[in-house]
């Protein structure tokens, strides 16, 4: 029994050593930027890179690049300048430009699926206004992987300003599968010379149909998911009172001529420059009421959005389909919008005053 143990124990440890000679030949990608131009796509790979000091290990990376008159050739032609095997266990993101997501994505996407050395648990990301080159070559010595600082941008965004999903390619792709729901990307920008992300992309399949704002792509999380931080103001002559949703819980009713939205919402007030009196209670009431309007106002307006781009993102088809058992994808682009907002601001901690 003892021999058995020893010789399993000498198999671990001699796969482990085979397993590192194996990862000295590989060009583990954690980034691909894929851009279109000129009739032939055009790819960047970022490759992540030990380096190795007297003190330390640091990982950096570096890019390689190439291109083709078709996607597979563009990848062969990048891999051949590689010098290793590409390995993409680890990939994160694959970045988008405008000209791939507004005319190609059709084809990358059937591409992507189709080759099974491409994870398909990476993110994908459009490129607003500059190329993924531009992006997967702009690190630095605070920031050595681009792709690891995307990934921690929409990993805080999400939860700071809901300002990003972290939906997978994968579970992206499945909506359109399904015949009932569209889909929506993340997009990143160069802001002063800063990676930052920038407005939600909104398609109808897989065709573009327009960028949402600021303001409106957190909306497209509070009806979601569970929001844990996001923002409303409220102008009154004597200034801004600003509040932040610390929790949601959304209902979506999709009839053959209505939506109707139900959103209960938990709050709290960051700002009054309005000088509202917090310790009396009717001032929560009427605070609570007025963002109420405020809410319902902005989630019918972006509904309105929606239905305008016929950009299909919240599934109001597939919720149809569930209530009814039919299928009707387009019903909802001219059904009446219904929006009823519960919204409790929290006032524990204060001390209200009492009339005596």
Known sequence: MKKIIILLIGIFLLSGCYDNVELNNLAIISGVGID???????????????IKTDDNTTMKSFTAEGHGKTISEAFTDVNYKVGKKPYFAHLKIILF???????????????????????DEFMAIVTKDVSPKEILTHNSD?????????????????????????????????KLSG??????????????????????CLFNGYKFKSYLDKKNSPLYNLLTTNVFSLGFNKEYEEGTVNITITGSSTDIEVTKDKIKINAKLEGRILENNADFNLKDEKTYQKLNKDFDEVITKDITNFIKILQKEKSDILGLSDIYYKEMRK??????????IKVDVDLKINTKGFIFEVEE
């Open 36 to 50: 279109y131009y000129d009739d032939e796509y055009y790819l960047t790979y970022e490759i992540l890179n030990d």
């Open 179 to 200: 015949n009932n729901y569209d889909i929506v990307l993340n997009s990143i920008t160069l802001n002063n010379d800063e990676i930052a992300l920038d407005d939600f």
């Open 97 to 119: 430009s405008e000209s791939i997501i507004k005319d190609k994505l059709d084809k990358i996407s059937d591409y992507l699926l189709r080759d099974t050395n491409i994870r």
């Open 327 to 336: 299928e009707n994808h387009n019903l909802w682009l001219n059904a009446d």
């Open 142 to 174: 605070n920031h050595p992987v681009v792709s690891d600082l995307i990934t921690k941008l929409i990993e805080n965004e999400q939860y700071n300003n809901n300002l990003a999903i972290t939906e997978t390619f994968q579970n992206t792709l499945a």
